[in-house]
């Protein structure tokens, strides 16, 4: 379980987070909502140690952060961070070097299903099919979590199902997903747990199934109430 | 230590094509400018020329030709492409850092999250580049029997005498510099290099974990460090000397270990635990 305690994070003289908790099970899909600027990506990062907090604690597992745990932890940024010289088959093999976790099968898969070249340069990919094999790198891990900044933001429609695609396959399946947008749209019905991010703290979290049999709200509702408030 | 040995290569791999440029730079320069000055002089000794024009030339041209001589007559095409490649290496100190944080895709965030000590990035980095600065002047040092081959392939055997590379590198002013003759010397300049480096890795550093205020802080870390290693000399001067020559040596020298140590140390912990992307 990834576990988020009270971090907070000052980033010119404004708490970008201010006393943020939520935990984000392993089986389970949780999705960080909030506008933009609310600190979505700064959660992910920090988890990642992509930016240091100013206070409180991140356990994966009941552990620290440390460098043998990012076999355990994938991540997929808002954007490809592979050289723009670099070829995607250059990109697959500078993986399946670092990464023990690195799955060559689930790669050559996932380019089939994507539907990408091995000789194409990154620096030549449209959006979508950055987008695409952006996912492929966090995917090809055998990691136990996967966590994912805007995976939907400014692609196209076909990208966006292709991608939507892989949440109801079994490459996601037994792994915790934690995720951010700010546009829940095709999400909704895919996600397990949400929390809502209000000016650096969490003003909801709540579990998705459990919202709509109890309160009968779905999360654009709940959201609704939240922001609009 | 795999994952360094994988580091070190993917940032020699990054490199391979400019440092193979500037190789080929100098050695077509330098190539060119011997056989530019070695037929041209060829030419004046079998070609009669008039007294007033040639007088100027035969006072530096011996009898019979040395390597030493073209050597010490080709300073200007010697020195620029040397000075070429340690701008070009001077400029990188800095893009082998910047280059994984510009452009569109930031390779700073996988680099990052790779599975092993991020101290292997830093100790990957700085060894490349210097492997970079040695590997330049190795090709400088293998260049010049090469040069020498070309001279005796040039000059006829009747017009030319045999010379010492050696006396032939410390005739050129450039190549003196770049490959001292003395052993302590050469220790002395590039061990003085490499702190440099490494004291401007942090301040990249700095600037990369605090960002506007980081660029302060840089400078406030390198003019501390300038003022570390120039302290002995500063306090013990000749017009104060409490100090034996030797004792002001030892005294450097332990200001620049330690500015080494908190280089190497503070870069290593703001990379671990303080740069952000």
Not at chain 1, 22 to 40: D, Q, R, S
Request: charged fraction near 20%; aromatic fraction near 12%.
């Amino acid at each position: 379980m990834i576990e988020v305690k009270d971090i907070r994070k000052r980033y010119r003289r404004r708490d970008v987070l201010n006393g943020v908790s939520f935990t984000a099970a392993k089986g389970e899909i949780t999705c960080l909502i909030g506008v933009n600027g609310a600190g979505k990506s700064t959660i992910l990062k920090a988890i990642m140690g992509l930016t240091p907090i100013s206070g409180g604690s991140i356990h994966i597992d009941e552990q620290s952060l440390r460098p043998q745990l990012y076999e355990k932890i994938a991540f997929v940024p808002d954007h490809l961070t592979m050289p723009s010289g670099m070829k995607l088959s250059e990109a697959i093999k500078f993986m399946a070097d670092f990464y023990d976790s690195w799955n060559n099968a689930r790669a050559r898969e996932l380019m089939q299903f994507f539907r990408l070249n091995y000789s194409d340069k990154i620096g030549s990919l449209s959006k979508g099919t950055a987008a695409k094999f952006n996912l492929l790198l966090g995917l090809g891990q055998d990691s136990d979590y996967l966590l994912m900044d805007e995976p939907f933001s400014g692609i196209d429609l076909f990208s966006r199902e292709a991608i939507a695609n892989v949440f109801t396959s079994d490459l996601i399946e037994g792994r915790g997903v934690l995720l951010t947008t700010h546009e829940i749209g095709e999400l909704e019905h895919l996600i397990d747990k949400a929390v809502l991010l209000q000016d650096g703290k969490v003003s909801r979290a709540f579990n998705c199934e459990e919202m709509r049999y109890e309160e009968g709200k779905s999360v654009i509702d709940v959201m609704r109430e939240v922001y609009r408030a | 230590m795999n994952r360094y040995l994988k580091l070190f290569h993917m940032e020699v791999h990054r490199f391979r094509w400019m440092l193979a440029i500037l190789m080929g730079i100098t050695a077509a320069c330098q190539i060119s400018a011997l056989i530019w000055t070695l037929t041209k002089e060829l030419y004046r000794r079998r070609e009669p020329v008039p007294q007033d024009i040639g007088n100027t030339f035969q006072v530096s041209a011996p009898e019979q030709l040395t390597f030493e001589w073209a050597m010490a007559n080709n300073q200007l095409l010697f020195i620029l492409p040397i000075l070429i490649c340690i701008s070009v290496l001077a400029l990188y100190i800095f893009f082998i850092w910047y280059r994984d944080w510009i452009g569109r895709h930031t390779f700073i965030y996988r680099l990052l999250v790779l599975p092993t000590a991020r101290r292997n990035l830093y100790l990957a980095k700085i060894s490349a580049f210097l492997l970079f600065v040695f590997g330049f002047v190795s090709f400088q040092l293998v260049l010049m029997p090469i040069l020498n081959v070309i001279f005796k392939l040039i000059v006829p055997a009747d017009q030319r005498a045999d010379s010492h590379i050696v006396d032939a590198i410390s005739r050129n002013l450039a190549l003196v510099e770049l490959i001292p003759r003395q052993f302590e010397q050469f220790l002395y300049y590039y061990g003085m290099g490499t702190i440099a480096v490494l004291a401007i890795f942090t301040a990249i550093l700095l600037e990369r974990s605090y960002r506007r205020l980081g660029i302060l802080y840089g400078v406030l870390y390198l003019s501390g460090c300038v003022l570390a290693v120039m302290s002995p000399s500063l306090l013990f001067d000749s017009r104060h000397p409490y100090l034996y020559p030797n004792e002001l040596y030892a005294a450097e020298l332990i200001m620049f270990v330690f500015v080494l140590c908190i280089s190497v140390w503070l870069g290593i912990r703001l990379l671990a635990k303080k740069i952000t992307v």
